[in-house]
């Protein structure tokens, strides 16, 4: 019995160890694929020692839902297109916090009928770290749910009302004090199904006025809480892999967050709490804006790019919308031949996810040794003699840099303003998806190049071709 034990310890340490490395991997474009199978093997070597574990049951209803979780995973993994990958994200990770508050309620169960759940393990702080996980799995669960809502665009409006805030503070504040009551009063049911039930409330409400454009923040931080929530169980489960599995992606969660947030010199609290997205307007800045838009049309940009020596690239979530990467990449081909040199310049929070336009440009095939991030190649847009943007706003904006009165001032962007030239790829004429107004397109050097993102860029190939 001892040796079959420590067998299972080992495999664990061995799972969580390949988990380590697979998440190292995933830190680069170039050997994040690996990553992720490095990742699987482990998850996999986790999954068949818990099937393993001696006194283990239920083996019928495990093999269902890992039979149909993997199909649906499946499924979904090859339909869902790029540019709804954010959303996926968001589901996945919600399914993920969801499960470790199922976790949770069924090691609370065992408190009020020995026979109903697991044993609690972890001595005097397993309860209320099984208490603590509950809360964060539930909240990260329905929080995601909201957030996947949002970006699928079935919640077209954030929900912002007097007295929210307050109204949040004391849900949460009667949610713990819910969970100390289970703890250290009474382990009544009633007790357990409120607590629950105003944790997963919480999460609702705590997510629906955050807008829109805060969005890579939220699915990083509920990454973060559901990896804490994971950790929190496997602790009070005595599961090592489970333990170190949620630690990492938990702290990995956090710093993640935390650079989100710096690179839009906003702090967590005001993500979360100021409404930013769901509020800001062009409003009174539209009487300030000099200049005019000025339009160009795609045989005239093409000609400016087909003369240029540098030709910097800035995608933004207007790309993933238009599907338009592999038409983008057709085009900076097709300028190096001219030999033009061709590069991408990718803002932290561009799109609606960590990575997303990484991942799609990855997609499209776009070498990663001319993708540059926002400090690597920053200092180059006054040596371009053309920055061409595609879909992206507010990570362009110059007000961020000039004007203190702006919502997004102080918040790091890319200098394409100080490009020689600028051409501007836009559906249409109005604000961003903060609802702040973008001076760069009014500037002397930039022109507007209006239509959809794929269409406009099929134009600029075939006048290239032309050329």
Same mark, same amino acid.
Request: aromatic share 8%; glycine share 10%.
């Given at each position: 019995?001892?040796? *079959?034990?420590?067998?299972?310890?080992?495999?664990?340490?061995?799972?969580?160890?390949?988990? /380590? $490395?697979?998440?190292?991997?995933?830190?680069?474009?170039?050997?994040?694929?690996?990553?992720?199978?490095?990742?699987?093997?482990?998850?996999?070597?986790?999954?068949?020692?818990?099937?393993?574990?001696?006194?283990?049951?239920?083996?019928?209803?495990?093999?269902?839902?890992?039979?149909?979780?993997?199909?649906?995973?499946?499924?979904?993994?090859?339909?869902?297109?790029?540019?709804?990958?954010?959303?996926?994200?968001?589901?996945?990770?919600?399914?993920?916090?969801?499960?470790?508050?199922?976790?949770?309620?069924?090691?609370?169960?065992?408190? /009020?009928?020995?026979?109903?759940?697991?044993?609690?393990?972890?001595?005097?702080?397993?309860?209320?770290?099984?208490?603590?996980?509950?809360?964060?799995?539930?909240?990260?669960?329905?929080?995601?749910?909201?957030?996947?809502?949002?970006?699928?665009?079935?919640?077209?409006?954030?929900?912002?009302? @007097?007295?929210?805030?307050?109204?949040?503070?004391?849900?949460?504040?009667?949610?713990?004090?819910?969970?100390?009551?289970? $703890? #250290?009063?009474?382990?009544?049911?009633?007790?357990?199904?409120? #607590? #629950?039930?105003?944790?997963?409330?919480?999460? /609702?409400?705590?997510?629906?006025?955050?807008?829109?454009?805060?969005?890579?923040?939220? $699915?990083?931080?509920?990454?973060?809480?559901?990896?804490?929530?994971?950790?929190?169980?496997?602790?009070?489960?005595?599961?090592?892999?489970?333990?170190?599995?949620?630690?990492?992606?938990?702290?990995?969660?956090?710093?993640?967050?935390?650079?989100?947030?710096?690179?839009?010199?906003?702090?967590?609290?005001?993500?979360?709490?100021?409404?930013?997205?769901?509020?800001?307007?062009?409003?009174?800045?539209?009487?300030?804006?000099?200049?005019?838009?000025?339009? !160009?049309?795609?045989?005239?940009?093409? $000609?400016?790019?087909?003369?240029? *020596?540098?030709?910097?690239?800035?995608?933004?979530?207007?790309?993933?919308?238009?599907?338009?990467?592999?038409?983008?990449?057709?085009?900076?081909?097709?300028?190096?031949?001219?030999?033009?040199?061709?590069?991408?310049? !990718?803002?932290?929070?561009?799109?609606?996810?960590?990575?997303?336009?990484?991942?799609?440009?990855?997609?499209?095939?776009? @070498?990663?040794?001319?993708? #540059?991030?926002?400090?690597?190649?920053?200092?180059?847009?006054?040596?371009?003699?053309?920055?061409?943007? !595609?879909?992206?706003?507010?990570?362009?904006? @110059?007000?961020?840099?000039?004007? @203190?009165?702006?919502?997004?001032?102080?918040?790091?962007?890319?200098?394409?303003?100080?490009?020689?030239?600028?051409?501007?790829?836009?559906?249409?004429?109005?604000?961003?998806?903060?609802?702040?107004?973008?001076?760069?397109?009014?500037?002397?050097?930039?022109?507007?190049?209006?239509?959809?993102?794929?269409?406009?860029?099929?134009?600029?190939?075939?006048?290239?071709?032309?050329?």
């Amino acid at each position: 019995m001892a040796s *079959e034990i420590l067998m299972i310890q080992i495999s664990y340490f061995v799972a969580a160890t390949l988990f /380590i $490395i697979g998440l190292k991997r995933m830190s680069s474009p170039v050997t994040a694929q690996g990553g992720i199978i490095w990742a699987g093997v482990g998850m996999l070597i986790a999954t068949v020692i818990s099937l393993a574990t001696p006194n283990m049951g239920n083996y019928m209803l495990m093999m269902v839902a890992i039979f149909i979780g993997s199909l649906a995973a499946w499924v979904t993994g090859k339909k869902v297109a790029m540019t709804d990958m954010p959303q996926m994200i968001a589901l996945y990770n919600g399914m993920g916090g969801g499960s470790a508050a199922a976790i949770a309620a069924l090691a609370l169960l065992a408190h /009020i009928n020995p026979n109903a759940g697991s044993e609690i393990h972890g001595g005097a702080v397993g309860l209320p770290l099984a208490i603590l996980g509950a809360l964060i799995g539930s909240v990260a669960f329905t929080g995601s749910l909201v957030a996947f809502a949002k970006l699928q665009g079935l919640l077209k409006k954030s929900v912002i009302y @007097p007295g929210q805030q307050w109204l949040n503070l004391i849900l949460f504040i009667a949610t713990v004090l819910l969970g100390l009551s289970f $703890i #250290f009063q009474d382990y009544q049911m009633e007790t357990l199904l409120l #607590f #629950f039930a105003l944790a997963l409330v919480f999460g /609702i409400l705590m997510t629906l006025p955050i807008g829109g454009a805060d969005m890579p923040v939220v $699915i990083s931080l509920y990454n973060a809480l559901t990896g804490l929530a994971v950790g929190f169980e496997g602790f009070v489960l005595g599961n090592a892999a489970m333990m170190i599995a949620g630690t990492v992606v938990g702290s990995a969660g956090t710093l993640l967050t935390q650079l989100m947030a710096k690179a839009m010199n906003r702090s967590l609290a005001n993500v979360l709490f100021s409404g930013f997205g769901a509020t800001a307007t062009a409003g009174s800045e539209e009487d300030d804006v000099q200049g005019s838009l000025k339009p !160009i049309d795609a045989n005239d940009a093409a $000609i400016m790019m087909a003369y240029a *020596e540098k030709v910097i690239v800035v995608p933004g979530y207007g790309m993933a919308v238009a599907q338009a990467q592999h038409k983008i990449w057709e085009l900076c081909r097709l300028l190096q031949k001219r030999d033009v040199t061709v590069k991408f310049a !990718i803002h932290p929070v561009a799109g609606r996810m960590p990575g997303h336009m990484n991942v799609l440009l990855a997609e499209a095939g776009v @070498p990663y040794d001319i993708i #540059f991030d926002l400090d690597e190649i920053n200092n180059e847009f006054s040596t371009a003699d053309v920055t061409l943007v !595609i879909g992206a706003n507010d990570v362009v904006n @110059p007000v961020a840099r000039t004007n @203190p009165d702006s919502p997004i001032y102080g918040m790091p962007i890319l200098d394409a303003d100080k490009s020689k030239n600028v051409i501007v790829i836009k559906r249409g004429k109005g604000a961003g998806f903060s609802g702040i107004e973008n001076y760069l397109f009014y500037a002397d050097n930039t022109r507007m190049l209006y239509g959809d993102g794929q269409k406009m860029a099929g134009e600029l190939v075939a006048s290239l071709k032309e050329l």
